[in-house]
């Protein structure tokens, strides 16, 4: 599976981003898919997380209500709205695929793993 992140970049505090992540190699609609960030200095850790069929959703608790996650089976992309954005969202974020259909929130669940696209958020 091979998967190319976008839509990162450098944004006011309180605003938006829409971030997207391509995916290309095997069937798509297999897989739960997850978001995942890592600032500097800190470690990778679990942002937000989608079932194979797009039914079942999760999120880490700092970013419940500000943040979704959504998928198109049928242009196999996964999506992260990111809204009201903090300074402290700042780090490279990548997407994820796992073999676990229903999705997780556990890192060593993920399987392949895109390049990140860095959000950058501005007091």
């Known amino acids: 599976v091979q998967l190319q992140a976008s839509g990162g970049g450098l944004v006011q505090a309180g605003g938006s981003l829409r971030l997207s992540c391509a995916a290309s190699?095997?069937?798509?609609?297999?897989?739960?898919m997850g978001w995942f960030r890592q600032a500097p200095g800190k470690e990778r850790e679990f942002v937000a997380g989608?079932?194979?069929?797009?039914?079942?959703?999760n999120y880490a608790d700092f970013v419940k209500g500000r943040f979704t996650i959504s998928r198109d089976n049928y242009k196999n992309t996964v999506y992260l709205q990111m809204n009201s954005l903090k300074p402290e969202d700042t780090a490279v974020y990548s997407c994820?695929?796992?073999?676990?259909?229903?999705?997780?929130?556990?890192?060593?669940?993920?399987?392949?793993w895109g390049q990140g696209t860095l959000v950058t958020v501005s007091s």
């Open positions: 190699g095997r069937t798509f609609s297999n897989y739960g």
């Open positions: 994820a695929v796992t073999l676990y259909t229903g999705g997780s929130s556990r890192v060593d669940r993920y399987d392949y």
């Open positions: 989608i079932s194979a069929s797009g039914g079942r959703t």
